[in-house]
């Protein structure tokens, strides 16, 4: 399975813009970017993936280097709510699996 | 919609037992994937089923068992149990497809002693 890196921690202050960086310098070409969070006492969340083009949705965009081997994902405008743990993952996309393999993530910290 | 939701919310076992937890996919998901979180760490994958077969396994010994029935809810069973499988165990589900979100349930927080 292929391996990301991510900063342990990182902080922001609301209604600031937050980067959180991903490095997977062994990404494969079927390999899907994908990142979750995780708020305190709930499950994991989707939030955004990309193959190779960036990407927005309503919660954030995915920023993809050119050569794949790393990616960052932005918050706009961080919120109280946005403090959570922000995991980056790589999915295999050449067969139907679903499997997810989380690192420990980074642990963003918004202050009001 | 009611989304994932996992049965019981909290449990407490004796060292040696053994427990089921229980999980309700999202309406219209067929795919189920079993996680394990410890205090501190990412989720890890125990297994995936799907049409009723697991069709993946993690890194887990045998005592973890499943089962996916016809509704496609799903049973996660832990025999012999240790005072290490203490851990948030969480349910997702998906529609089966390839690289599609999955939704996850609150969890069940397992505590043996």
């Known amino acids: 399975d292929a391996k990301t890196t991510q900063p342990n921690s990182m902080e922001s202050n609301e209604e600031e813009p937050v980067h959180l960086p991903c490095n997977h310098s062994?990404?494969?070409?079927?390999?899907?970017i994908h990142w979750y969070r995780q708020l305190p006492s709930q499950g994991p969340e989707y939030v955004i993936h990309g193959l190779t083009s960036n990407v927005n949705n309503r919660m954030a965009s995915l920023a993809i280097a050119e050569d794949r081997k790393s990616s960052t994902l932005i918050l706009h405008r961080a919120t109280l709510r946005d403090a959570a743990v922000y995991y980056c993952i790589l999915r295999w996309g050449v067969l139907d699996t679903d499997k997810l393999i989380f690192g420990t993530g980074t642990r963003l910290q918004v202050f009001p | 919609d009611a989304g994932v939701t996992q049965s019981p919310t909290h449990l407490i076992k004796t060292r040696g037992q053994q427990v089921t937890l229980r999980c309700s996919p999202k309406s219209g998901h067929d795919t189920v994937s079993w996680y394990q979180q410890a205090l501190g760490q990412g989720p890890q994958f125990i297994f995936q089923y799907y049409e009723e077969e697991e069709r993946q396994r993690g890194n887990f010994p045998d005592r973890f068992s499943g089962h996916q029935f016809p509704n496609y809810s799903s049973e996660l069973n832990v025999n012999a149990l240790l005072l290490g499988d203490s851990a948030l165990y969480l349910c997702a589900s998906s529609p089966g497809r390839m690289n599609t979100e999955a939704f996850f349930g609150q969890g069940t927080r397992l505590t043996v002693v």
């Open positions: 062994t990404i494969s070409g079927t390999d899907y």
